[in-house]
């Protein structure tokens, strides 16, 4: 493995390298900081797989805004964790969105399963039960002829099932 000291001049010089596209320069950024870079992110999201994705879309930013890197205002490794973390941030609010929608989406499918299924039943009763003809079965439902039809062939093969 390749080491560049600790130096802030060889850092700048490192930096400067990438940002003139220096190939060999970003090898020796990324063998000098990916373990530690990936360890950060291991922290932040608890999740090994997720922080190598991360690590890898993390030195595609740093390659491309090395530019924007200020000596001056921070060191080098300050700069490369506070991308890092902003990405890992941005994922697990992504990651906590999507578990919130599937479980938003869960319980949305139950509560309209619970409603299908009392709906149901009262379908089944107002013809079975309480006698009532199809027409009649319409106007005492929200439903249209053709969806209560539906329904009621959907809850017999239910019941045979």
Do not use: H
Request: glycine share 2%; charged share 25%.
């Amino acid at each position: 493995m390749l080491a560049v000291q600790q130096n802030p001049n060889q850092e700048q010089n490192l930096i400067l390298a990438i940002v003139k596209k220096d190939k060999v320069a970003f090898l020796l950024l990324y063998d000098k900081y990916a373990k530690s870079v990936f360890s950060v992110l291991c922290g932040i999201t608890g999740d090994e797989n997720l922080s190598e994705e991360l690590l890898q879309r993390a030195f595609c930013l740093f390659w491309s805004s090395a530019s924007d890197y200020q000596p001056s205002k921070q060191r080098l490794f300050t700069w490369m964790i506070l991308i890092a973390g902003k990405l890992a941030k941005e994922s697990s609010e992504l990651r906590e969105t999507k578990i919130q929608k599937t479980i938003n989406y869960v319980t949305d499918s139950e509560e309209n399963y619970k409603f299908t299924l009392r709906n149901s039943k009262s379908l089944l009763s107002l013809i079975f039960i309480k006698g009532c003809t199809l027409p009649e079965a319409v106007k005492q439902s929200r439903y249209r002829e053709e969806d209560l039809k539906c329904r009621l062939q959907l809850e017999c093969r239910n019941i045979r099932d």
